[in-house]
């Protein structure tokens, strides 16, 4: 099936994204939402404050309310074997600051912002889906980022040629040196 998955660590835009793409009539699915809805966690992780979801329950459940062209929205949607994975990618130190902000505990902020820094999501998606590209959100504007990924939609699923896709290949960004200095 086609569908797209917009994921990222948490923070770095998805969901901003996924409302701008929603209210322009893409049919998106916000797969945390979902997931609560339907009961599909298996438990609570008291170390990562997050609810425990196996990837692979969570991939037969989904398939059935997915449509053709559809935006899976959430950090977990490059699971369910899109053919297009985009990967939201934010500065780790920026990421930390929003995340703190956001409530998270200093072990878990930490955690996911060297998580985005080592790339985790994008490797992850990388096993699974044929085409996956990387936007780096650090400096771009909710709208600028939706744009992007609007374009990248079009380009896979409206057969609409969009020469700098390739600029959004994945493997470009590396954060690495910034989290190491940390160190």
Known sequence: ?????????????????????????????????????????????????????????????????LREGAIVEGHLSHYLSPEVCVVLRTSPTILYNRLIRRGYNERKARENAEAEALGIITSEAMESCPFVYEVDTTKLEVNETAEIVERIYLHHFRGMRWEAIEDYRAGRIDYLEEVLEWY
């Open 1 to 65: 099936m086609k569908i797209i998955s917009l994921t990222g660590t948490p923070g770095t835009g998805k969901s901003n994204v996924s409302n701008v793409l929603e209210s322009k009539g893409y049919p998106v699915l916000h797969l945390n939402e979902y997931i609560r809805e339907k009961g599909l966690g298996e438990g609570w992780d008291e170390e990562r404050e997050s609810v425990i979801v196996d990837p692979n329950v969570l991939s037969q459940k989904v398939v059935d309310v």
